[in-house]
């Protein structure tokens, strides 16, 4: 008998449509690193890994893999446990992961349930300079390149609006729970140990060129 996915899962009476849709799922997963219940593009996956959560898991864990699922907010990720596919961030990305985990414990504090806190582009950019010092202000080239690819991860949407303009200040940015996922710090004094290394030597890192620091896509 050949091995085929259909083998490998012939003994959990799936539907042969969910059968075809799981390696597509799979692929969209890896790709983009999160999958969120609240967006309606991302529901129907999100529900058909819900549902078959286990199958999905031992998928994954085939190939190095760990599916993680954040009850809370309500979205799945996928890590590696390998070095090989992990993403390797410049400095100033790793620096912004960590500004922006900051802003939302600072401003979830005021809000209940899950709701995702809200901020602006002037708010990001002062607590960048604040965090790592105004010799490492970002240029707006640079600035642009950063928070698209953030919003690319999955970690901010802009309110209210189709485009990320960072040159107004007022455009609002809501914060997403997978920014909790991406630095999984548990308490205030390990977040306030991120920040103290890269606020009493914002060039610390400078040697690691490219790479920045090693996070979890």
Not at 67 to 95: A, M, P, T, W
Not at 135 to 147: S, T
């Amino acid at each position: 008998m050949p091995f085929t996915l259909e083998t490998l899962l012939a003994s959990t009476d799936l539907p042969e449509k969910t059968t075809r849709e799981i390696p597509r799922v799979m692929n969209r997963l890896l790709g983009q690193t999160f999958l969120y219940q609240d967006q309606e593009r991302d529901k129907e996956d999100y529900y058909l890994i819900y549902r078959h959560r286990a199958i999905f898991a031992a998928l994954f864990a085939t190939a190095g893999f760990k599916l993680i699922h954040n009850d809370y907010h309500r979205i799945f990720q996928v890590v590696s446990e390998y070095g090989y596919c992990r993403k390797r961030y410049k400095l100033d990305e790793s620096l912004m992961i960590v500004v922006l985990r900051k802003l939302y414990e600072e401003q979830s504090e005021h809000l209940s349930l899950a709701q995702d806190p809200v901020v602006t582009v002037g708010d990001v950019r002062e607590e960048y300079r604040t965090i790592t010092g105004k010799e490492r202000d970002l240029g707006i080239g640079q600035y642009d390149a950063i928070m698209r690819r953030m919003r690319r991860l999955g970690l901010i949407d802009v309110v209210e609006a189709r485009s990320l303009d960072v040159r107004d200040s007022e455009t609002r940015i809501r914060l997403r729970g997978s920014v909790k996922m991406m630095l999984p710090v548990q308490t205030a004094e390990e977040l306030e140990a991120w920040v103290r290394r890269y606020h009493i030597d914002p060039d610390a890192l400078a040697d690691e060129g490219d790479g920045g620091d090693d996070d979890d896509e």
